[in-house]
């Protein structure tokens, strides 16, 4: 029984990238509801629910994932294809994401205080109670990045490089991280749309910096290509969650009635100011030339 479906399986390495995502999301879909359903029914707890539910989520697509790249392309490792790794590189790589992420948060602040368009405060928990959100704002931040980086720049881009070029893969990735963050009411859309420019240009930024890993080696007469690392872009990405969960959550600071909220962002949130802009771009410039030189 196994084999034909296997096999049947198999063939959609034969269709267009989109249809190959599609029926992905279509079997994780069939094996996650069921499951996702009977835990709605079974908590009583909204939040318990959602947590429980997308973990279960993430489980079931890096266990489909697994099978995925062994029924279509015959790769036991998937997830290395992807660029996921824990060597040293990957080690050092997340720790220069993780700081770059930060440290963007922190001097964007700064601006903002020095400027007077921020209140800094002290907390109301300093020391232990500061700490657990630290900690817990870097749990958040570091399953965030890694969930959709694996998704984003592992996955998606995968299948896209497969059979575009990699320019076209870069921004039908992109666009797609961009948009799948704008799935919420429509009138909430319309008010937060500045925000759209910075999420496209940060996954764009994120493409760049996995791509800035990729190595050449020659084996024989042909020159290989290994694929990028992850490291880099879970590490930004991850960076620049943990420092504004630290800002929000941890109220560190709050903008003013003087800060204009075009500059400094919709809600606060900096993809969706030109400041922020200003500081993606900085970023985009950068790692699109290191990218290029590889």
């Not at 790769?75 to 992807?82: G, N």
């Amino acid at each position: 029984m196994n084999k034909p479906l296997t096999a049947r399986l198999a063939q959609l390495a034969h269709l267009p990238a989109p249809l190959r995502i599609l029926a992905f999301l279509l079997l994780l879909g069939c094996c996650w509801l069921p499951l996702a359903g009977f835990i709605a029914l079974w908590s009583r707890n909204a939040n318990q629910t959602t947590i429980w539910t997308m973990a279960l989520l993430f489980m079931g697509f890096l266990l489909l994932m697994q099978r995925w790249g062994r029924w279509l392309y015959q790769e036991p490792q998937i997830f290395r294809t992807y660029g996921l790794g824990f060597g040293r590189d990957s080690r050092r790589e997340l720790l220069l994401g993780l700081g770059t992420g930060l440290a963007c948060l922190m001097l964007m602040f700064g601006l903002y205080g020095g400027l007077g368009w921020l209140d800094w405060q002290q907390p109301s928990g300093l020391g232990h109670g500061l700490g657990r959100i630290a900690l817990e704002g870097l749990l958040v931040a570091a399953g965030v990045a890694l969930a959709e980086e694996l998704v984003f720049r592992g996955w998606i881009l995968d299948e896209l490089e497969r059979d575009y070029r990699p320019p076209v893969a870069l921004w039908i990735s992109s666009l797609c991280f961009a948009v799948l963050h704008f799935i919420k009411p429509l009138p909430e859309v319309i008010r937060t749309l500045p925000q759209f420019p910075g999420l496209l240009l940060l996954g764009l930024i994120l493409v760049w910096m996995k791509r800035s890993t990729q190595s050449q080696r020659r084996s024989s007469d042909s020159l290989i290509t290994r694929p990028g690392r992850l490291a880099l872009p879970i590490g930004l990405h991850a960076g620049l969650i943990w420092g504004y969960y630290l800002v929000d959550v941890g109220q560190l600071a709050e903008l003013n009635q003087a800060a204009p909220e075009w500059l400094t962002g919709i809600d606060g949130n900096p993809l969706a100011g030109v400041i922020g802009l200003l500081c993606l771009g900085g970023l985009a410039f950068y790692w699109r030339r290191q990218a290029i030189q590889v």
